[in-house]
């Protein structure tokens, strides 16, 4: 059964840091993007960044940008986000997610990019 399982949300105060990471099982994501989305109440999920398959192409979106980076450790089958500076605009229900192109040089930009998602995690900034 293929997995992917968040942790590291929390509540953290305006200009503090959180460090999400997403585990993988049942199989292995080493060919494919990873990526970070998030979904506030009453908002549509929206990509947050995202990472290559081989860990140099990356992608941030503009609220985030020079805040957050991606990392992801294929050994361990694991995806890294660090969020830095939150912000009161960013507390959501954050997602990773495993894209479906293999060994692609295009960026998985939209949610029907991915083939799988986790549960999702909890971030709470106050302000």
């Known amino acids: 059964q293929v997995q992917l399982v968040e942790s590291g949300g929390g509540w953290v105060q305006a200009g503090g840091s959180l460090r999400l990471s997403c585990a993988a099982s049942g199989r292995t994501f080493s060919s494919v993007d990873m990526g970070w989305f998030r979904e506030a109440p009453g908002k549509e999920r929206e990509l947050v960044t995202v990472v290559g398959w081989n860990g140099i192409r990356e992608y941030y979106a503009y609220p985030v940008e020079g805040r957050f980076t991606i990392s992801r450790d294929n050994a361990k089958n694991t995806v890294y986000l660090q969020m830095n500076n939150l912000k009161p605009e960013d507390p959501a229900v954050y997602y990773c997610?495993?894209?479906?192109?293999?060994?692609?040089?295009?960026?998985?930009?939209?949610?029907?990019?991915?083939?799988?998602w986790g549960q999702g995690t909890q971030v709470t900034v106050s302000s």
């Open positions: 997610a495993a894209g479906s192109r293999t060994y692609s040089g295009a960026t998985s930009y939209s949610p029907s990019d991915y083939d799988y």
